[in-house]
């Protein structure tokens, strides 16, 4: 989840956070202080974490949800 990637890396998660919600990266690239390749590719890394995150779950806790 998300809050789990916070805990990783919080900056990473508020990037992937800021761009689900609508922000361009060149937006979320001047909030941060970074390049719009950083972004980029933050965001990248935040949905392969998070897809792998959610792959990698029990499937007996999905149904017990």
């Known amino acids: 989840s998300i809050e789990a ?4 890396d ?8 800021l761009s689900y919600m609508g ?3 060149l ?15 933050q965001i990248v890394f935040a949905r ?5 995150q959610l792959n990698s779950e029990d499937p007996r806790d999905k149904a017990s949800a």
């Open 48 to 52: 392969a974490w998070l897809k792998a």
């Open 5 to 8: 990637l916070a805990v990783h």
């Open 27 to 41: 937006e979320i690239a001047a909030i941060h202080g970074v390049t719009d390749r950083t972004v980029r590719n």
């Open 10 to 17: 919080a900056r990473t998660a508020d990037m992937f956070w």
């Open 23 to 25: 922000f361009t990266q």
